[in-house]
């Protein structure tokens, strides 16, 4: 009794400036918001278990996610009038053990400052992401992953878990290892809210980095040597113009000169007002679309890492400052453009097929994608039931654009995104990456996920009342989800013109029939 009065004065007392105006709570693009009733911040696990209590006796769910999420989508909000719990004070690491090579860091840290903090120490996770500026828990969330099929390395954090510390539906702590791993390792939010992670670790290395233009005659003949003859590579496909180019990292000695830096987002203002002037001049001008591809291409050839404040070629430095970036708030891309994109993951054996059926595609209907390309990263084969890489050896196929700032307008080429799309979940059978989809790529889970029932009964087992459930959870459970204009950004595949955007029409692809495109 009192400690249940000492709980209830807690929430509400010492936690009162936690419960946040929600009309605030928005992703790293502002452009999806969520609307809790309250957005809590606790402090020690212990008010993490009374708000889930209080969530029981209130009849809310709970959801987690940092403020300025890094999810394109709604897969981390509260649904609107539950409560939103943020781990922003969750943000050390716990415990490093050297000779057994483990650490546990708090969801609630940021990546890049947790690899700064093993440094120190001379260890390191490799590889696991890009983007750096990400929580902890956010990955193993949404399934982050970075590129490597080199031996002994992964591609996802989750692969790396030794444990975890979790509070579940019931509001108990719960210490997670064994088994139960695999489905925590890509996790949705939906199994608890996990207080801290203990991971293995490696050795610090020292990278060097090579970076390349190349035209794309040969690409599928030479794709899956390229991913495997690297230690860790990305690859930016523009097939509208016929090029590819790539940046890669190969270990070096530790005592190889270089302390270089990844500044490849350290993009100047002026020119990140000239790119979102561009891509929204290429909404309305094909030509202008190919011509952006062109200037992005080749400003893949020019060095991103920066030694001593100058861009080196070739650079050598630590694989944390090397594979991993950031950017500074305000001063982003996605800021001046919001991007959108499409993030499918095919088998690595099926990738060479997949580019010979897209370059038909666009022989049929020339298209450019002036943002990204089509960007191309790799996995070796993944234990984590929801890993994209689940069972097989993996390529995740990023296909970004920037969105039309006209509003109810879909990009230029947008039919051409959208037969690409189709054509790589039906006839590839892909995995849809869970923190960038919208709706219509998430259909038949039980059918792309081998292990999506033993997912089901993990939850049951931790979750059994469903306290950690919102509306992206409950939509993603369907096979349909159609509404009027639903096909703008791949909400759904149209069925009929109803389904499209003001002046465009449903009407069968050319070159993969089986796929619905608006026209």
């Not at 929801?386 to 050896?393: D, K, N, T, V, W």
């Not at 995995?431 to 939850?459: C, I, M, P, S, V």
Request: aromatic residues 12%; hydrophobic residues 40%; proline residues 3%.
């Amino acid at each position: 009794m009192l400690r249940a009065l000492a709980a209830t004065m807690t929430l509400f007392f010492s936690t009162a400036s936690n419960a946040a105006s929600f009309h605030n709570f928005e992703n790293f693009q502002s452009k999806q918001s969520c609307y809790p009733e309250k957005v809590f911040e606790p402090k020690t696990i212990e008010e993490v278990q009374d708000i889930i209590g209080l969530a029981h006796k209130n009849k809310k769910r709970v959801m987690t996610a940092n403020k300025k999420f890094k999810s394109l989508i709604d897969a981390a909000c509260a649904d609107r009038g539950h409560y939103q719990l943020t781990l922003n004070y969750f943000n050390k690491i716990s415990k490093i053990d050297k000779a057994k090579r483990l650490v546990t860091i708090q969801a609630g840290m940021i990546f890049r400052n947790a690899m700064d903090v093993l440094a120190e120490d001379g260890l390191t996770i490799n590889m696991v992401n890009g983007f750096s500026d990400v929580s902890i828990g956010g990955m193993l969330g949404s399934g982050t992953h970075g590129s490597t099929l080199a031996k002994g390395q992964y591609a996802f954090i989750g692969d790396y878990l030794h444990s975890l510390t979790v509070v579940d539906g019931r509001g108990r702590i719960r210490n997670v290892s064994g088994s139960d791993l695999k489905s925590f390792g890509v996790n949705l939010g939906v199994l608890g809210v996990v207080i801290d992670a203990t991971f293995k670790v490696q050795p610090l290395i020292k990278v060097q980095a090579e970076q390349k233009s190349l035209n794309d005659n040969n690409l599928e003949s030479e794709i899956l040597n390229l991913a495997r003859s690297r230690n860790s590579i990305s690859i930016n496909w523009f097939p509208g113009i016929k090029r590819y180019s790539y940046s890669a990292y190969s270990p070096i000695s530790l005592d190889a000169t270089g302390d270089a830096i990844n500044t490849q987002l350290e993009i100047p203002k002026i020119g990140l007002s000239l790119f979102d002037w561009l891509f929204q001049l290429s909404h309305n001008k094909k030509h202008v679309a190919c011509a952006t591809s062109r200037l992005r291409d080749f400003s893949t050839k020019i060095p991103f890492f920066k030694e001593d404040g100058k861009y080196k070629k070739n650079a050598v430095g630590f694989s944390h400052k090397m594979q991993y970036f950031s950017c500074t708030e305000g001063n982003c891309l996605w800021e001046k453009a919001p991007m959108n994109l499409q993030a499918l993951a095919i088998p690595l054996e099926k990738l060479p097929e997949w580019i010979i059926d897209v370059k038909t595609i666009l022989r049929k209907s020339p298209a450019c994608f002036p943002a990204n390309g089509i960007f191309m990263r790799f996995s070796p084969a993944s234990d984590n039931y929801l890993s994209l890489a689940y069972g097989r050896e993996t390529v995740i196929l990023d296909i970004e654009f920037i969105m039309n700032k006209k509003e109810g307008a879909a990009p230029r080429f947008y039919d051409v995104h959208q037969e690409i799309e189709q054509l790589t979940l039906q006839k590839y059978k892909a995995r849809a990456h869970w923190g960038k989809n919208r709706e219509a790529a998430f259909a038949n889970l039980d059918q792309r996920y081998e292990k999506w029932d033993e997912f089901l009964r993990t939850k049951k087992k931790y979750d059994p009342k469903n306290i950690f459930i919102n509306t992206f959870w409950q939509r993603i459970s369907k096979d349909t989800y159609q509404f009027p204009g639903c096909a703008l950004y791949s909400r759904c595949f149209c069925q009929s013109d109803a389904d499209c955007y003001e002046g465009l029409q449903c009407e069968i692809a050319p070159v993969y029939t089986n796929a619905r495109v608006c026209r």
